[in-house]
């Protein structure tokens, strides 16, 4: 392999697919309807099934959008003037001259079908509770004539300190419908966490629980909500939620009294690039950025996503595993656009036992079901049989975000259902909070093959490219996209000159958006994610992306999770530690240290061996989920812990005292 080639696990060889759709299955498809469609009506190949459908949406991409506004009856309250202005990246103009609003299309079930349930609400108890469309839509009405009575405007900031609950959604929606930003936090943030993210947006309405249940225990949070209150000047109002049943706090209003109204809604008519909500990244390196999406943008992006992709409609329930701190709870809260019944689960992912996730869906009749690779993993290692042990009969699909799903997660999962006669499509999606959407990921009438994402998504001119910036198909690259999305940010918030925005995307590849990931574009047309290219290995100039090594490490029972990390040494030398949290029982000996070796060196690449196997006591995430890399690297380059890491991002602190200690010893 030539210097400066990335290492690339991924299997070139197109082995048979682990699952194929059916006939029936490909000709039900939203997206083949749509591609029939699309062909009478806007000049689409009408033969060449996905292939020949994606290749059309990224050449002809203004064509593409509006036909994905036509299908789904986006609704413009004044036209636009053309699909897209200014093409350029970052700035590119979507739609201008239209107005419209996100929670008026979320809604349009409620005229159709008022009683059927809108969300199914469950908790730890693991019983639904169901809220129909027409109880959906009155609580929006009454909240958002309240919200304006409270002298919201569009463009002023509401925040939510909320778990996944009912009350959260339709906090979300009335914000929309007054034209309102839309903000939320996860009440496990700490105040530090919270204020990182909600002083920068300066929030007029702050939605609040006293305290949240998980792991079967009661947390109280009205202290860290006093905190809130007190670092928040701008707040005009605090919404109380008594989830755990305590009053509420002086001079804050009750979310009883603000909902009780029977106010049609009223939607506020705003530009297609009107701001909808901000999100955050996880800010492990300094203050996260707030990325602001629009209404319009989200809106398409969405119903391509969920109606296409994902092929939900009204008959669908659809479950993912998220908490509000996390794109994927907006994600899930769209699921409203294509009439589905949404489930929100607001509790752990693994109580009362491991099982947990496989039982709610099991009580939902969940249709669609998004996980994290991790807990797919997690069900593997516990001998959790899913399909066996629950009635997962309505189940057509399981997706996993968050990393990438390995190969043995893949087989698993296949395995698992087709023991029970299940015909399971497995949807590994692979996207980003900073476009709230996927770059590729789930088709509906594609094969799966085992270890990769089934193709790029409609509309998304994804490619590897080498440092030169030129395509590469077969060979490791990194991920960009070479032509605008609807959903990309219209900006950062606090960003006034642009370039915090611009040095986050597109400072290696001008007017090309960089993602920061390692790829492999497969010669069939699917995509392999190897990990974070800003925490790459590199070892005598052969890169590699650390989810392949987790992939194979954490194989063995004895490795419940792991991090490695490559450090370029001052005197030009490399060290690259594999830290590994060990399974209960499992002991770090000689011979695990050197299964564990012979693992890496024959399954991915000799040079990619590590220098050292250290045993932690649990490796660190972020808020979100996600290994900590980066810090852990400048922490172990001698960077003292308040430089190398935004404590307010870190699940543990603690645990990162072990990585600080370590680099002075090695010192």
Excluded at 176 to 189: I, K, M, Q, R
Aim: hydrophobic share 40%.
């Amino acid at each position: 392999m030539s210097s400066g080639t990335p290492a690339n696990p991924a299997n070139a060889a197109n082995p048979a697919p682990l699952w194929q759709p059916d006939q029936d299955r490909i000709a039900a498809a939203a997206v083949t309807r749509f591609q029939t469609w699309a062909a009478e009506r806007f000049g689409a190949p009408a033969d060449g099934g996905y292939p020949a459908l994606h290749r059309w949406s990224v050449e002809h991409l203004d064509t593409f959008w509006q036909a994905v506004a036509e299908w789904f009856d986006v609704r413009f309250s004044t036209p636009y003037e053309r699909v897209i202005g200014d093409r350029s990246m970052p700035g590119a103009q979507w739609f201008p001259g239209a107005t419209l609003n996100y929670a008026e299309h979320a809604l349009r079930a409620a005229a159709e079908r008022p009683d059927a349930p809108a969300l199914l609400h469950v908790d730890e108890s693991q019983e639904p509770t169901p809220i129909s469309w027409a109880e959906l839509r009155r609580q929006v009405g009454a909240l958002a004539a309240e919200l304006r009575a409270l002298g919201v405007r569009p463009g002023d900031r509401v925040s939510g300190y909320l778990p996944n609950i009912p009350e959260a959604v339709v906090a979300l929606l009335a914000t929309a419908a007054v034209g309102g930003v839309w903000t939320s936090c996860a009440p496990d943030f700490g105040a530090r966490s919270v204020l990182d993210r909600f002083q920068q947006v300066e929030p007029v309405v702050l939605f609040t629980v006293d305290g949240y249940r998980y792991g079967g225990k009661e947390h109280d949070r009205r202290e860290t909500v006093a905190e809130l209150r007190a670092e928040l000047p701008t707040l005009r109002a605090v919404v109380h939620i008594p989830l755990l049943g305590t009053e509420a706090p002086e001079s804050a209003l009750t979310w009883s009294s603000l909902v009780a109204g029977d106010a049609e809604p009223v939607f506020e008519q705003v530009p297609f690039d009107h701001p909808l909500w901000v999100l955050y990244s996880s800010g492990t390196t300094g203050l996260p950025k707030a990325i602001v999406q629009s209404q319009g943008g989200i809106l398409l992006e969405h119903f391509k996503q969920l109606g296409l992709h994902c092929d939900l409609g009204p008959e669908d329930r659809f479950f993912w595993f998220t908490s509000t701190g996390w794109m994927m709870w907006n994600f899930l809260v769209s699921g409203l656009l294509t009439g589905t019944t949404v489930v929100l689960y607001d509790g752990s992912p693994g109580y009362p036992d491991t099982g947990a996730q496989w039982r709610i869906a099991e009580r939902t009749g969940a249709t669609l079901y998004g996980t994290s690779a991790a807990y797919v993993m997690a069900c593997r290692k516990a001998d959790v049989h899913p399909a066996r042990d629950f009635d997962l009969s309505k189940i057509t699909c399981v997706a996993t975000t968050g990393s990438p799903l390995p190969p043995d997660g893949f087989r698993w999962l296949h395995d698992e259902f087709a023991e029970a006669g299940a015909d399971l499509w497995i949807a590994s999606v692979s996207g980003g909070t900073d476009v709230c959407s996927c770059f590729a990921g789930a088709v509906p009438t594609l094969p799966v093959h085992i270890g990769e994402l089934q193709a790029p998504c409609l509309g998304t001119d994804l490619q590897a490219w080498d440092p030169q910036g030129k395509p590469v198909v077969g060979e490791v690259g990194e991920l960009v996209v070479t032509n605008p999305m609807p959903s990309m940010p219209i900006h950062f918030w606090n960003d006034p000159d642009g370039s915090r925005y611009h040095d986050s995307y597109f400072e290696m590849f001008p007017g090309v958006w960089r993602h920061g990931d390692w790829i492999t574009l497969t010669d069939h047309g699917s995509v392999v994610i190897h990990g974070r290219s800003d925490s790459t290995l590199n070892r005598q100039g052969v890169r590699m992306g650390s989810a392949d090594i987790y992939e194979a490490v954490e194989r063995l029972p004895e490795i419940k999770e792991s991090l490695v990390i490559g450090l370029e040494e001052p005197d030009g030398g490399y060290w690259m530690p594999l830290f590994v949290h060990l399974a209960p029982g499992a002991t770090l000996d000689d011979a695990l240290r050197e299964r564990i070796k012979r693992t890496i060196r024959a399954e991915l690449s000799p040079r990619h061996v590590p220098d050292d196997i250290i045993e932690v006591p649990a490796i660190p995430h972020t808020l979100t989920g996600k290994r900590i890399e980066v810090p852990v690297k400048r922490l172990l380059q001698g960077t003292p812990l308040a430089k190398a890491v935004n404590p307010g991002s870190v699940d543990n602190l603690d645990l990162l005292h072990f990585y600080e200690e370590l680099a002075r010893t090695r010192r």
